[in-house]
């Protein structure tokens, strides 16, 4: 079997940047693409605060989801309290590793109790700076999430009771085989950015899978041996390549 892509929008909030997002929302639609939006409850990240809120952002989430896209938990209010880097190593910067279980499930639990009351169901877990902790883990199982996006492993599976949909790539490669979510943060983004979407979106279209037949691929599917190396060594590739990216950025600063 060919490779298979899912599509992520992180960071998505009232204020994030519309005007890079309307182009974005109209490509996805062109192509019949239902991406994971990873849509924080309540944001206080200074960083995410681009543009003027729309005033019927949780109308939008809803109608978004009702028709067919997916809509992830992405913590609470996006705060970093902690310089821990979790499970998977990438970042070291957290909003829940590094707390204990009953701090971090009060967190989830307000971020729920948000979304319910703007009638938006939770598809997933996305961690914010893609670091959480075996606390975190916990914390999920208590609340009743199932699903996390994230992950090196190359395919969905089931790991510590949890359905893992992995998330490896941040631009739109073309892989081998296996299923692999790419993580955009259109925030970010420049025209050329739009443009690279819709170049992949008309090569792939075929390729691509929806949220929940991922999940299904994790569901009774346990994580191999093969499946914990892979995700080691994907760690270890992701891990240095930022710190050249760092080494770069000092270069040049020098």
């Known amino acids: 079997m060919g490779a298979k892509y899912l599509l992520r929008f992180d960071d998505i909030c ?27 409850p309540d944001n206080h990240d200074l960083e995410l605060m681009v543009e003027a809120p729309r005033n019927d952002f949780w109308e939008w989430v809803r109608q978004k989801q009702s028709r067919g896209w997916y809509i992830g938990l992405h913590g609470y209010q996006h705060r970093y309290e902690t310089s821990e880097s979790g499970l998977l190593g990438i970042n070291a910067r957290s909003e829940f590793a590094g707390l204990p279980v009953s701090i971090q499930e009060e967190k989830l639990l ?28 916990e914390a999920l199982r208590r609340v009743g999430i199932h699903v996390i996006s994230d992950g090196f492993f190359v395919r969905p599976c089931l790991y510590h ?3 893992w949909v992995p998330q490896q790539i ?12 790419i ?16 170049r992949f979106l008309s090569r792939a279209q075929a390729q691509l899978i929806s949220f929940e037949e991922a999940v299904s691929l ?37």
């Not at 519309?18 to 996805?28: K, R």
């Not at 307000?110 to 883990?137: K, M, N, Q, Y």
């Not at 941040?170 to 979510?181: E, I, K, L, N």
């Not at 993580?183 to 819709?198: I, K, M």
Request: hydrophobic share 45%.
């Open 161 to 163: 009771e949890l359905f």
């Open 183 to 198: 993580c955009c943060h259109s925030n970010a983004w420049g025209d050329a950015d739009v443009e690279r979407l819709e």
């Open 218 to 254: 994790a569901q009774g599917t346990p994580a191999r041996p093969s499946d914990l190396v892979f995700s080691q060594l994907w760690a270890q590739m992701l891990r240095g390549r930022l710190r050249a990216k760092r080494l770069l950025r000092r270069n040049q600063g020098a």
């Open 14 to 40: 009232p204020t994030m940047r519309w005007s890079i997002w309307n182009a974005v929302e109209a490509i996805l639609e062109r192509y019949e693409a239902c991406p994971l939006l990873a849509v924080v």
């Open 110 to 137: 307000r971020g729920l109790e948000i979304f319910e009351a703007h009638g938006v169901r939770v598809d997933a877990f996305v961690a914010p700076a893609h670091s959480f902790d075996a606390a975190t883990l």
């Open 170 to 181: 941040w631009q739109f490669y073309r892989m081998p085989s296996g299923v692999w979510t």
